[in-house]
């Protein structure tokens, strides 16, 4: 372990009732907690239509130290908002300081939610080596308003480690920004050790594909189950398992019950990260038919259990899934294209080899890989 602390700031502390919220910046806390004296800081300021909480979170879970501060002020007009989460960010930076030592590094996650040029040019000013590491979909769709485009290309331009979780995210970044392509590094997400422990599938009497993920509009999960109802009327011994909560779920189960096929869908609800490695054993093929996706960490907990995938085209693991015996198809919204590569991977299936999927997988995207990504950027001076 070395002596270097770093405080990592997410957007809040991931919780099942806010669709776990601060997830993948809570888990590089802890990634990293081994080798550095990592602590987890955040201030979480939706607006109280979201958050129904005031005050500050002392205690994390899994061995994790750090502090969060809890205060719904979303909604505040954008000038003055700025200054209260600066504000809330110095207070929070001197308690951790004093708590647990001054930070050689602060590395922030969705950093244009987590900070601002306020924040930023303190850290600077205390001689602070900082670390971005963007996730927002909203940037890789350049959906972001004239301010947030302007601090993404404040922050390309300063003395910062600039990451982001994917290549296509990479581009955007660039195209938004007109930064030089070389300054911006990548470093995925990465899958915990519980699912390339589990027992690879194995094909039984029932053949299932599933989905896993928050049920949005922009998963398109219609889109799946339309062209299931389509792959059931071909083949008998068929299943689609759906993980997962949100505000669509009424929307699909209606549409399940009009297609008829309520016996050969399940809907399994929201699954707790640690429980999902067990929640999924036994499927056979993850299905994304999302419009955008900034990575996927789906896609690649399913292939470190040895499973197939198939994904629209375009996304940010084309390259890899293909490499990896999975299927990809052009038009999300074609229900019937994808119909026919479910039941052209389903044929397929006996060819394919697991432990190679597994194999590739664990090499690239396992905790110990990203771990010495995180090793090389940090002993960068």
Same mark, same amino acid.
């Given at each position: 372990m ?13 919780e ?11 888990? +590089?806390a ?8 990592s602590?987890?800081? !955040?201030?979480?300021?939706?607006s ?5 909480? =005031?005050?500050?979170k002392?205690?994390m ?15 505040l007009?954008?000038?003055? !908002?700025?200054?209260?989460?600066? =504000? $809330?960010f ?8 004093r ?7 602060? +590395?922030?996650?969705?950093?244009l ?14 001689k ?6 963007? +996730? ?28 982001c979780?994917?290549?296509?995210l ?5 195209k ?10 990548? %470093?995925p ?20 594909y599933y989905?896993s ?6 998963k ?9 109802h ?25 549409l399940?019950?009009e297609l ?6 399940? !809907? +399994? ?8 490695p067990?929640?999924?054993q ?10 955008f996706e ?6 690649i ?9 198939? %994904? ?9 899934v293909?490499e990896?015996h ?10 019937e294209?994808?119909? $026919? ?6 044929s ?12 590739n ?8 890989? =990203?771990?010495?990504k ?8």
């Amino acid at each position: 372990m070395t002596n270097k602390t770093i405080f990592v700031i997410g957007r809040s502390l991931p919780e099942t009732n806010t669709g776990m919220i601060g997830i993948f910046e809570y888990e +590089h806390a802890k990634l990293i907690k081994d080798e550095y004296n990592s602590k987890y800081i !955040f201030i979480d300021n939706r607006s109280i239509k979201s958050l129904r909480k =005031i005050g500050i979170k002392k205690n994390m879970e899994s061995g994790v130290e750090g502090l969060g501060l809890y205060l719904p002020i979303g909604g505040l007009p954008k000038k003055l !908002f700025k200054i209260f989460k600066y =504000i $809330q960010f110095r207070l929070v930076y001197l308690i951790c300081s004093r708590k647990f030592g001054m930070p050689d590094i602060v +590395h922030f996650h969705y950093p244009l939610i987590t900070s601002n040029e306020f924040i930023i040019e303190y850290l600077l000013r205390k001689k602070v080596r900082i670390y971005i590491t963007e +996730h927002w979909s909203k940037v890789l769709n350049n959906e972001l308003d004239k301010d947030q485009k302007r601090f993404l290309k404040y922050l390309t331009k300063k003395d910062i480690g600039f990451l982001c979780v994917g290549a296509k995210l990479k581009e955007s970044i660039v195209k938004i920004t007109g930064a030089n392509t070389k300054l911006i590094g990548i %470093i995925p997400n990465f899958v915990d050790e519980a699912f390339f422990t589990k027992q690879l599938p194995s094909l039984e009497k029932t053949f299932n594909y599933y989905f896993s993920g928050r049920l949005t509009k922009n998963k398109n999960v219609t889109t799946l189950i339309k062209a299931f109802h389509l792959v059931s009327m071909q083949e008998s011994k068929v299943q689609l398992n759906i993980f997962g909560d949100g505000e669509e779920l009424s929307v699909l189960i209606n549409l399940v019950k009009e297609l008829n096929i309520l016996d050969k869908v399940t !809907f +399994h609800g929201f699954i707790k990260r640690e429980d999902m490695p067990k929640s999924i054993q036994g499927q056979h093929v993850y299905i994304s038919a999302s419009s955008f996706e900034t990575f996927g960490v789906p896609i690649i907990e399913s292939m470190a259990m040895g499973m197939r995938i198939i %994904i629209p085209e375009g996304g940010p693991l084309d390259d890899f899934v293909l490499e990896n015996h999975g299927m990809t198809y052009k038009d999300v919204y074609n229900y019937e294209a994808l119909s $026919q590569k479910m039941l052209c991977i389903k044929s397929n299936y006996k060819s394919l080899n697991s432990h190679n999927i597994r194999k590739n997988t664990l090499e690239q995207f396992s905790g110990k890989n =990203i771990l010495k990504k995180y090793e090389d950027i940090y002993t960068i001076k």
